[in-house]
């Protein structure tokens, strides 16, 4: 048995601009250069285990996650040379 699947587009012009040409456009402007901070919670999961909060409430909570946060800028800037 064979399926065959079409994909309706609707009429395309060529003039149009796609949400991804508008996105591409955005992003390459000096605005759009903004880092990503998706890394640093990928460091502090994976390298610094903490994929989960072992405690409840938000102070709490808020006492496990700035020891983390500290160690993790203290690693930057020894890492940059900012400490000797």
Excluded at 50 to 74: A, S
Aim: charged fraction near 25%.
């Amino acid at each position: 048995m064979v399926r065959t699947v079409a994909f309706f587009r609707g009429r395309e012009d060529a003039e149009a601009e796609t949400d991804t040409m508008r996105m591409q456009h955005r992003l390459d402007t000096p605005a759009g250069r903004v880092g990503t901070v998706e890394p640093v919670f990928g460091n502090l999961r994976y390298n610094k285990r903490l994929g989960r909060f072992t405690l409840r409430g938000r102070t709490k909570v808020n006492g496990q996650w700035l020891p983390f946060c500290l160690v993790r800028n203290i690693e930057k800037s020894a890492h940059n040379g900012y400490t000797a």
